[in-house]
């Protein structure tokens, strides 16, 4: 399984970035895919996860910023950065789980697959 990250950049505060990240060598649809972030000098956190079914999860730092979706027909999953803020700044890493369950959708051990990331800088 390889994931892809693409879609990071520079933005100015109040920007909006699009992230994609796109998963082949297995079927996109049977993971749970999750978004995480690592600024300078800061643990890996949690940003995002959609599962099978579409549900998505937030921490709240970015909810009603950010919106994280899915396309199993490009096996591609969509976050959408909007208001973004200097905070945000971090590499972004797209993960792929098979069977991670809801309650840990934001650890990032329940994950089998990481993407390379891609760094997101917002300026004030």
């Known amino acids: 399984v390889q994931l892809q990250a693409s879609g990071g950049g520079l933005a100015q505060a109040g920007g909006s970035l699009r992230l994609s990240c796109t998963l082949s060598g297995r079927t996109f649809s049977g993971y749970v895919m999750g978004w995480f972030r690592q600024a300078p000098g800061k643990e890996r956190d949690f940003v995002a996860a959609?599962?099978?079914?579409?549900?998505?999860y937030y921490v709240d730092t970015v909810k009603g910023r950010f919106t994280i979706s899915r396309d199993n027909a490009k096996n591609t999953v969509y976050l959408q950065m909007n208001s973004l803020k200097p905070e945000d700044t971090a590499v972004y890493c797209c993960?792929?789980?098979?069977?991670?369950?809801?309650?840990?959708?934001?650890?990032?051990?329940?994950?089998?697959?990481w993407g390379q990331g891609t760094q997101v800088t917002v300026s004030s």
């Open positions: 993960a792929a789980g098979s069977r991670v369950i809801a309650s840990s959708y934001f650890r990032a051990s329940g994950y089998d697959y």
């Open positions: 959609i599962n099978r079914s579409g549900s998505t």
